[in-house]
């Protein structure tokens, strides 16, 4: 703040109290708004702003923070259908009932992307499932994802190996969900 001539600390507080109020106001992800006042920062520190453009600053840096979210939850989105569908065409998953199989897909999916932390209250209050409850599924889900280049049935795979789909059964399978203890 200290190469601003116009806008000192007081007024970033003001502009970030402010894109928290539109980050909340879309919904926007919590790694949206990091992101965003990352941007900022980075343009403050290396550009002089005006104070009237400030505010053009932050909402410009919300929406290139933004362009990263959606990129992410297709990611996500279509690495929970690939392990959805793998899990609904293996019989062994016949056991655990549809809510289960998609709440282990979540899970599955947020660990292959690593995502943090892979079960949040929010996953917890959705679907009623502890972050333990969905681990038995999820290990198969990534054996299956494991053995998906090699299975015969290759439809699902070639499927979400499709860039229009992410590629996303070509990313490295969560095998860490395999050794974790299940209670």
Not at 130 to 155: G, I, R, Y
């Amino acid at each position: 703040m200290d190469s601003q001539p116009e806008i000192n600390e007081k007024m970033r507080a003001i502009l970030v109290d402010w894109l928290i109020e539109v980050h909340n106001k879309f919904e926007l992800m919590p790694e949206t708004l990091y992101l965003t006042i990352n941007i900022v920062d980075r343009y403050l520190a290396s550009k002089t702003v005006m104070r009237r453009e400030l505010q053009l600053v932050g909402i410009s840096a919300m929406l290139m923070a933004s362009k990263y979210e959606k990129i992410w939850a297709a990611e996500m989105e279509n690495m929970m259908y690939f392990l959805a569908e793998l899990g609904i065409m293996n019989y062994a998953t016949i056991i655990y009932c549809p809510s289960m199989l998609v709440a282990s897909a979540v899970y599955t999916a947020r660990c292959t992307i690593n995502k943090s932390p892979a079960w949040n209250d929010t996953l917890k209050l959705d679907t009623s499932f502890s972050e333990t409850q969905p681990m038995d599924c999820a290990k198969l889900l990534v054996s299956f994802h494991l053995m998906a280049a090699e299975n015969k049935l290759k439809v699902i795979y070639r499927k979400y190996s499709n860039p229009e789909r992410g590629a996303v059964a070509l990313l490295l399978a969560a095998k860490s969900l395999l050794a974790a203890a299940t209670s």
